[in-house]
C-alpha cells in the first residue's frame, strides 16, 4: 500500500524504529490497521473526559471532540497528542505552536495572570485565555490548538514566530545524519 515505511518504537522513537514493508501485508490486515488507526486517532481526541477545571464533560461534549477530530481530518489537518495537549505532527507548525505557548505563557506570567487561576486547575494558560476572551466577548477556546491559533491570527509577532520556527526546525535537521547509524 504504501511500500516501506519505518515505524518510531516508543515516545519519539526512544527504543529506535522498525522498517515495514506494508505491501506485504494481505487486504484483510490492511484493513484492521487501517480501522484500528482511525478509531485510535478519534478516541485520543476524546480520552480527556474533564474540562479545564477538572470537571466531568457530558456525552455530547465527549462526542463533539471526536467529530472535531474527523472533521480536521477530512480537511487534511493531521494532528498528533501528546503530554495531554494537541500539536500539529508538522515538524515547522509543532516548533511554531512551541514558540507561541512559550511566548503566551512568557506574557502571562509576567502580568501575573495566573494569580487568579483556581488552584488544580489543568491548562493554566488556556483558562486565562478564555478568561481574558470571556472579558472581550469573545467565544471560549476548547484546546491549546485553538488558543495557538488564535493567537497567530490576531498578534503582529505572527509572521516573525513563522520564520523562528523554520529556521528552529531547519537548524536542528542540519545534525540529523551526523548520528543517522552510529552506536551513539
Same mark, same amino acid.
Given at each position: 500500500?504504501?511500500?516501506? =515505511?519505518? #515505524? ?11 522498517? +515495514? ?25 476524546? /480520552? ?13 461534549? #465527549? +462526542? /463533539? ?6 472533521? $480536521?481530518?477530512? /480537511?487534511?489537518? *493531521? ?6 495537549? $494537541? ?18 505563557? *512568557? ?7 495566573? /494569580? ?21 466577548? *469573545? ?25 523562528? $520556527? ?5 537548524? $536542528? ?10 552506536? =551513539?
Amino acid at each position: 500500500m504504501y511500500g516501506q =515505511i519505518s #515505524i518510531p518504537l516508543g515516545r519519539g522513537g526512544k527504543y529506535g524504529s522498525l522498517p +515495514v514493508n506494508t505491501d506485504a501485508f494481505n487486504e484483510t490486515v490492511q484493513r484492521h490497521i487501517y480501522d484500528y488507526g482511525l478509531r485510535q486517532i478519534l478516541n485520543d481526541a476524546m /480520552a480527556d473526559k474533564k474540562d479545564e477545571n477538572g470537571g466531568a464533560l457530558a456525552t455530547d461534549s #465527549i +462526542v /463533539a471532540k471526536a467529530e472535531k477530530r474527523l472533521t $480536521a481530518l477530512l /480537511a487534511g489537518d *493531521l494532528r498528533v497528542r501528546r503530554e495531554g495537549t $494537541a500539536e500539529p505532527a508538522d515538524p515547522n507548525e509543532a516548533e511554531l505552536h512551541r514558540l507561541v505557548k512559550a511566548k503566551i505563557h *512568557l506574557t502571562y506570567t509576567a502580568k501575573k495572570f495566573y /494569580a487568579d487561576v483556581p488552584k488544580g486547575t489543568k491548562n493554566r494558560m488556556l483558562f486565562v485565555a478564555n478568561m481574558r476572551r470571556a472579558a472581550m466577548g *469573545l467565544p471560549e477556546l476548547m484546546d491549546d490548538l485553538e488558543m495557538v491559533d488564535a493567537f497567530l491570527q490576531t498578534s503582529p509577532l505572527a509572521d516573525d514566530l513563522r520564520k523562528k $520556527a523554520a529556521r528552529n526546525v531547519k537548524e $536542528a535537521g542540519a545534525g540529523e545524519d551526523v548520528l543517522a547509524g552510529g552506536a =551513539i
